[in-house]
């Protein structure tokens, strides 16, 4: 079972964490992604960790912006998220699979409730 939280309302230029929390699972054999959904569009890819926390990869849009992160010993993966712009609003969700590192949404099978990010101009 996944968690995520740490959504909330910033203004453009702020930043905020999510954290994905695991129940249940060793979280260091899952690859954990982080997409997201805004209204009216598919869920896209953001970012990726490996289960080991040792490779990560990030959308182009965040690049430089966003990083991923996890700490195996709290079962928690973070998406730490500077500099926002209005068109980061979304709901943002966690997923998992086991030793999954990919892109697609279909490649996870675990997927947590979605938090809400709301970057006002």
């Known amino acids: 079972q996944l968690q995520a939280y740490g959504g909330g309302l910033v203004q453009a230029g702020g930043s905020l964490r999510l954290s994905c929390v695991f129940s249940?699972?060793?979280?260091?054999?899952?690859?954990v992604g982080w997409f997201r959904q805004a209204p009216g569009k598919e869920r896209e890819f953001v970012a990726v960790?490996?289960?080991?926390?040792?490779?990560?990869y990030l959308a182009g849009s965040v690049t430089g912006r966003f990083t991923i992160s996890r700490d195996n010993a709290k079962n928690t993966v973070y998406l730490q998220m500077n500099s926002l712009k209005p068109e980061d609003t979304a709901v943002y969700y966690c997923?998992?699979?086991?030793?999954?590192?990919?892109?697609?949404?279909?490649?996870?099978?675990?997927w947590g409730q979605g938090t809400l990010v709301t970057v006002s101009s």
């Open positions: 997923a998992a699979s086991l030793l999954a590192f990919g892109t697609s949404p279909g490649q996870y099978r675990y």
């Open positions: 249940g699972r060793t979280s260091s054999n899952y690859g």
């Open positions: 960790t490996s289960g080991s926390g040792g490779s990560a």
